[in-house]
């Protein structure tokens, strides 16, 4: 008899595999290596990954993760980096410099192959890096479901995208950073699963429905047969969402919302503009921030901006600076542990501690947009109150006046500190855009830290609370011209939420490109009038779930 286990339902799809626990396995955990042992240990496990895969029939791959094994001990790399070293640079950073190098060289040359070949130099340059700072690999080595308490973004994406096939988190929320993630990589996930870790490793295969947010335990044959049958009605759904994918983000009625794209990271840029994307409402920078050992410098991030740029031709592109801090520490910034991370030091409030944190990126945002002649928008998290929003439009005055030849950004806030929204009349006159950012709203709002899975219930972002206080932001855009407001938040991604948004006069939704579909076809189905009066009385009603009903069950 197979057993089932509920949690919530994260990212969605349907899938069957063995279970993979991953245990936390921080930077440093292992010796830190110079270059050259690195660089072997590195070839060492490429090798091991490659007669797996031999061994498994897979000659194909193999012989790529050879060629790579040959890369990592390449002496011309070494040469490059030792150069870099040589000049200063910190070792871990020479070589992934030198990497980028070569791939980049790749990359010009305008051919498949060869540009897939520059790929291959930067994974492994990243291999040797991390070795080099004391990290530790996660690897999958057969179709996983990973099981964690929770799962860092950094290790997401360094599992094999073709092993890993669903993520099931005994810790987390819809909005923690491990469920946005696995929805951008279209993985299927179901999150706050109490007594996952220990139930998980008793069992050879596990069932996971990211719809219904239910994990089953070794599944008998009934419950294979039932999954199979999930599985084809979210196949099924997914590919009726997907025709609405490239048509316009409007009502029934023609009313238009910009239909905007979140991303992690620059690579993401260009898919999102491919599914539809007007524009890049929200551009979570934190991911160059990450996996290093020491911070940045601002022709590094330069380069990794105007490669969003690049891809958006000319269209809006939103860089929020660094959010860090919260569930997203960064080692190097040595931020002291805290009791409550998220009402501690994140975001803009550690730019105290580290003064040049913030001027050095937006600097690096002003170079891109000056190379690539194209205005961007810098948007500025946590913002509480003016004093905050006095704090980013000095910061981004200063770094303008050193970057001078770049055209000026237009500068907005995000909306998700509770705070914010009683001040929004006193913000919006002095800033283009508010972006409500849902996911942290709900839970300042509410008092439910989104990564606490025993308040799941508590982070429904369609409460009443939180539909008021979205509301009060329209109005005070509304009276402040110029200034627009978006939603970021995971809200605007949600049918049901999307729905509710454009009915309180939201004119942007940015959320993962593969929700594009879903929202158009809810959106479309209904006229404004009738969004409208589903979003005034949506704000009369007392829970999130009568909201969801509500706004689901309307003629
Ligand atoms: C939010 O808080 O709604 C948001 C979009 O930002 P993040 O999820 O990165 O905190
Ligand atoms: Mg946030």
Same mark, same amino acid.
């Given at each position: 008899?197979?057993?089932?286990?509920?949690?919530?339902?994260?990212?969605?799809?349907?899938?069957?595999?063995?279970?993979?626990?991953?245990?936390?396995?921080?930077?440093?955990?292992?010796?830190?290596?110079?270059?050259?042992?690195?660089?072997?240990?590195?070839?060492?496990?490429?090798?091991?990954?490659?007669?797996?895969?031999?061994?498994?029939?897979?000659?194909?791959?193999?012989?790529?993760?050879?060629?790579?094994?040959?890369?990592?001990?390449?002496?011309?790399?070494?040469?490059?980096?030792?150069?870099?070293?040589?000049?200063?640079?910190?070792?871990?950073?020479?070589?992934?410099?030198?990497?980028?190098?070569?791939?980049?060289?790749?990359?010009?040359?305008?051919?498949?192959?060869?540009?897939?070949?520059?790929?291959?130099?930067?994974?492994?340059?990243?291999?040797?890096?991390?070795?080099?700072?004391?990290?530790?690999?996660?690897?999958?080595?057969?179709?996983?479901?990973?099981?964690?308490?929770?799962?860092?973004?950094?290790?997401?994406?360094?599992?094999?995208?073709?092993?890993?096939?669903?993520?099931?988190?005994?810790?987390?929320?819809?909005?923690?950073?491990?469920?946005?993630?696995?929805?951008?990589?279209?993985?299927?996930?179901?999150?706050?699963?109490?007594?996952?870790?220990?139930?998980?490793?008793?069992?050879?295969?596990?069932?996971?429905?990211?719809?219904?947010?239910?994990?089953?335990?070794?599944?008998?044959?009934?419950?294979?047969?039932?999954?199979?049958?999930?599985?084809?009605?979210?196949?099924?759904?997914?590919?009726?969402?997907?025709?609405?994918?490239?048509?316009?983000?409007?009502?029934?009625?023609?009313?238009?919302?910009?239909?905007?794209?979140?991303?992690?990271?620059?690579?993401?840029?260009?898919?999102?503009?491919?599914?539809?994307?007007?524009?890049?409402?929200?551009?979570?920078?934190?991911?160059?921030?990450?996996?290093?050992?020491?911070?940045?410098?601002?022709?590094?991030?330069?380069?990794?901006?105007?490669?969003?740029?690049?891809?958006?031709?000319?269209?809006?592109?939103?860089?929020?600076?660094?959010?860090?801090?919260?569930?997203?520490?960064?080692?190097?910034?040595?931020?002291?542990?805290?009791?409550?991370?998220?009402?501690?030091?994140?975001?803009?409030? *550690? /730019?105290? @501690?580290?003064?040049? %944190?913030? =001027?050095?990126?937006? +600097? &690096? !945002?002003? #170079?891109?947009?000056?190379? $690539?002649?194209?205005?961007?928008?810098?948007?500025?998290?946590?913002?509480?109150?003016?004093?905050?929003?006095?704090?980013?439009?000095?910061?981004?005055?200063?770094?303008?006046?050193?970057?001078?030849?770049?055209?000026?950004?237009?500068?907005?806030?995000?909306?998700?500190?509770?705070?914010?929204?009683?001040?929004?009349?006193?913000?919006?006159?002095?800033?283009?855009?508010?972006?409500?950012?849902?996911?942290?709203?709900?839970?300042?709002?509410?008092?439910?830290?989104?990564?606490?899975?025993? *308040? /799941?219930? @508590?982070?429904?972002? %369609?409460? =009443?609370?939180?539909? +008021? &206080? !979205?509301? #009060?932001?329209?109005?005070? $855009?509304?009276?402040?011209?110029?200034?627009?407001?978006?939603?970021?938040?995971?809200?605007?991604?949600?049918?049901?939420?999307?729905?509710?948004?454009?009915?309180?006069?939201?004119?942007?939704?940015?959320?993962?490109?593969?929700?594009?579909?879903?929202?158009?076809?809810?959106?479309?189905?209904?006229?404004?009038?009738?969004?409208?009066?589903?979003?005034?009385?949506?704000?009369?009603?007392?829970?999130?779930?009568?909201?969801?009903?509500?706004?689901?069950?309307?003629?």
């Amino acid at each position: 008899m197979s057993r089932e286990l509920r949690g919530t339902p994260a990212a969605p799809g349907v899938v069957v595999a063995a279970p993979w626990i991953y245990r936390v396995s921080p930077p440093g955990d292992a010796v830190a290596l110079p270059l050259a042992d690195a660089s072997d240990a590195a070839a060492d496990e490429i090798g091991a990954l490659a007669a797996r895969l031999r061994d498994g029939g897979r000659e194909s791959e193999a012989e790529i993760l050879d060629a790579q094994a040959m890369m990592a001990i390449d002496p011309s790399l070494h040469s490059a980096a030792n150069d870099l070293i040589a000049g200063g640079a910190d070792p871990d950073r020479a070589i992934l410099e030198a990497g980028e190098a070569v791939a980049a060289s790749f990359e010009a040359m305008g051919d498949e192959i060869l540009a897939a070949r520059g790929a291959d130099v930067r994974d492994v340059t990243t291999r040797i890096a991390r070795i080099m700072i004391g990290g530790v690999a996660p690897r999958l080595d057969r179709r996983s479901v990973v099981v964690a308490v929770d799962l860092p973004p950094s290790v997401t994406v360094e599992l094999d995208r073709a092993l890993l096939v669903g993520i099931a988190l005994e810790g987390g929320s819809r909005t923690s950073h491990a469920a946005i993630l696995s929805r951008s990589l279209g993985i299927p996930a179901v999150v706050g699963v109490d007594g996952l870790c220990a139930a998980a490793a008793t069992v050879s295969e596990l069932g996971l429905d990211g719809e219904a947010g239910t994990v089953y335990l070794e599944p008998d044959a009934g419950t294979s047969l039932h999954l199979d049958r999930a599985a084809r009605t979210s196949a099924s759904r997914a590919e009726l969402d997907a025709e609405f994918a490239a048509s316009p983000l409007a009502t029934a009625d023609g009313h238009r919302v910009t239909c905007a794209a979140n991303i992690g990271e620059p690579a993401e840029a260009e898919a999102a503009f491919a599914s539809g994307a007007e524009a890049i409402g929200l551009f979570r920078t934190e991911f160059a921030f990450a996996g290093r050992a020491t911070a940045p410098d601002e022709a590094l991030q330069a380069a990794a901006y105007a490669k969003v740029l690049r891809a958006s031709g000319g269209a809006e592109v939103v860089f929020r600076l660094a959010d860090i801090g919260g569930d997203k520490p960064i080692g190097y910034l040595r931020i002291d542990p805290e009791a409550n991370p998220f009402l501690g030091v994140r975001a803009i409030r *550690l /730019a105290e @501690r580290h003064p040049d %944190l913030l =001027p050095t990126q937006i +600097r &690096a !945002i002003l #170079r891109a947009s000056a190379d $690539a002649g194209q205005r961007t928008s810098i948007m500025a998290p946590m913002v509480a109150d003016e004093a905050d929003l006095e704090l980013v439009l000095r910061l981004v005055a200063d770094a303008s006046a050193i970057v001078a030849d770049a055209p000026v950004p237009r500068v907005g806030i995000m909306v998700e500190v509770p705070s914010a929204v009683l001040l929004a009349d006193r913000l919006a006159p002095r800033v283009e855009f508010m972006s409500i950012g849902t996911n942290d709203l709900t839970q300042y709002l509410l008092a439910a830290d989104r990564s606490n899975a025993a *308040l /799941a219930a @508590r982070q429904d972002p %369609l409460h =009443p609370a939180v539909l +008021r &206080a !979205i509301a #009060r932001v329209v109005d005070a $855009a509304r009276a402040a011209p110029g200034c627009e407001v978006a939603v970021c938040g995971e809200m605007a991604g949600d049918p049901v939420g999307a729905q509710l948004l454009v009915g309180l006069g939201v004119s942007e939704l940015s959320m993962e490109p593969r929700a594009f579909g879903a929202v158009k076809r809810a959106v479309g189905a209904r006229a404004l009038p009738d969004l409208i009066a589903l979003a005034t009385a949506a704000q009369q009603l007392s829970a999130a779930a009568e909201v969801r009903r509500t706004v689901e069950s309307a003629s």
